[in-house]
């Protein structure tokens, strides 16, 4: 499983890290040079939340995507020392 979200299945992606100097032409230089390229991978931002599922309660690690998004039920929690009311 690794780092999934449970909801959307999103994974890590890779892409590359620029390291640049100069100054942007915009900004009166002479323009950016690609000093160095390497890779780097862009991970969800997960988050270990328990999730209402029909009648029963689970340990889901979701994104905050879809946290923010409504796509889940987070499970009810009840004050301490109290008797659940039928």
């Keep these: 499983m690794g780092q999934r979200c449970a909801i959307c299945e999103k994974e890590p992606s890779r892409g590359n890290q620029l390291a640049q100097r100069g100054k942007a032409k915009y900004l009166g230089g002479n323009g950016r040079k690609t ?6 991978s862009f991970r969800p931002n ?16 979701v994104c905050t995507r879809c946290l923010k998004g409504g796509k889940v039920i987070k499970a009810i929690v009840r004050k301490p020392f109290t008797l659940p009311t039928a």
């Excluded at 997960?46 to 690690?61: F, H, M, N, P, Y």
Aim: aromatic fraction near 0%; charge should be positive.
């Design 46 to 61: 997960l988050q270990k939340i328990r999730v209402q599922e029909g009648d029963s309660v689970a340990t889901r690690r």
């Design 35 to 40: 000093t160095g390229i390497s890779r780097r």
